[in-house]
């Protein structure tokens, strides 16, 4: 089993995003701690939000005071409500949040059941609960409940499965090919897209861009892709490298045949509902780009946005990093185009009215959130992307979000056997010098 812990300062976002799955029929509230009971048993954002609302005043100083945690089997096991419900008890307990208000969601919308928790780290009294060894404490109960609960071990896959964790091509570094070759080889097995932009959208997290080329050769016509790095500012930074260069998978026939597929697969796919209602609950409650792309990244979605040399948006996609499916706004609703978030950020029009936001059971407004949480910069993956960050944090960012979840794979223990790899390193390098 694979538990993920993130902090933000974004309580109602956690909350929103869990909430959405909820109203569109992708998941349900399988329990909760300590939170303030409503009359029919449903619950609205702002309803769960004011049982956490005494923590958060009684210490204003932490930043990152919400948890989102989720514990996720293997595909392979069968985890009833009643299973789940005991599992999420015994972690809360054993993390020392066992007294903290939560709620723990069941998501239903990919083929692997999974809990998501969603409370905070200060208490009653405003004390900040001790988060000292974290992962290391997570990944001992993870395997304290595979023995108990006879579920698949989580380090057995590791020894089965290939891990993989995708970076960012730095052209500056040298050996490009090698560098792009280990993203276009495999980053369409993991996720799920409708046409080339939408694959250069998802790309370009990895600054990285795919051209079709179409010409012809001995008079027979040929048409092929050709691979670019780019550079932080998402400008061409080097030669193309061809796609042949990189295997089979990397080819356009095989790209096509791809896309062919994942239109037939989401064509229906519950998460563009819930994604669609993320986007404009997004927009109607934020004020800037900014704000925007914050509010989704902390929820695990990427904003891709494309403008022309003169400033305008020609291109919005949107990158669902918890489904792995990737989305241009015209095909979840035309209000969420290109040309309504351009005339509502560069010609300060209204905004556009989007039906799913406002209808009861999934309206979601600013002000109703009693808790006045302070906005608070995500860890949001195109940030760090294009921010320059050292390696170890690109690593652990983009890890966060680009892991196979599906295929079971645990990048948090993962990444901490990375780190440890890295110390001992260190200290061997120290020894003999």
Known sequence: ??????????????????????????GQILFTNKIIET?????????????????????????????????????????????????????????????????VFKHTDIDRSHIHIVSVCVDGNGKKIPDKFEKIRSMKICRELETKHHLIPATEKEHRRHDRIFK?????????????????????????????????????????????????????PRKGLLYIPLNEQGEKAGHPFKASLFGKKAGLPALESHIIKCKTALKNHPTKQTLKAAVAVAMQTTSDEKGF??????????????????????????????????????????????????????????????????????????SEDPVGVPAEEPHHLFDFVTSGKQEDGLIEALGGLFMPEA????????????????????KRRKKSQ
Do not use: C
């Open 168 to 220: 960012p091509v730095d052209y500056k570094a040298g050996d490009v090919k090698s560098q792009i070759a280990s993203v276009v080889r495999h980053l369409p097995g993991y996720y799920q897209f409708q046409s080339l932009g939408e694959y250069n959208a998802l790309l370009s997290l990895f600054r990285i861009t795919a051209e079709k080329v179409e010409g012809e050769w001995q008079g027979q």
């Open 293 to 366: 792309k914050k509010q989704l990244g902390e929820q695990g979605i990427n904003a891709v946005i494309r403008r022309n040399d003169t400033g305008r948006i020609y291109g919005m996609t949107f990158i669902d990093h918890n489904s792995k499916t990737v989305w241009n706004g015209s095909r979840l609703a035309k209000e969420l185009s290109a040309n309504p978030f351009n005339d509502y950020w560069n010609n300060n029009d209204i905004k556009p009215a989007i039906q799913e936001a406002d209808e009861p059971h999934t309206k979601i407004s600013g």
């Open 39 to 103: 009359t029919n048993g449903q619950y609205s954002v702002a309803q769960l939000a004011q049982s956490f609302a005494p923590y958060l005043i009684a210490n204003r100083n932490t930043e990152k005071h919400t948890l989102h945690i989720s514990l996720n089997p293997d595909p392979g096991d069968k985890v009833s409500d009643d299973k789940f419900k005991e599992m999420a008890q015994h972690y809360m307990q054993e993390m020392g949040y066992g007294e903290q208000p939560f709620v």
């Open 1 to 26: 089993m694979i538990a993920k812990i993130g902090r933000s300062g974004n309580l109602y976002g956690a909350l929103a995003y869990n909430q959405l799955k909820v109203a569109n029929e992708n």
């Open 407 to 426: 295929l079971g794979d645990d990048y948090e223990e993962m990444l901490f056997a990375h780190r440890m790899r890295k110390k001992k390193k260190r």
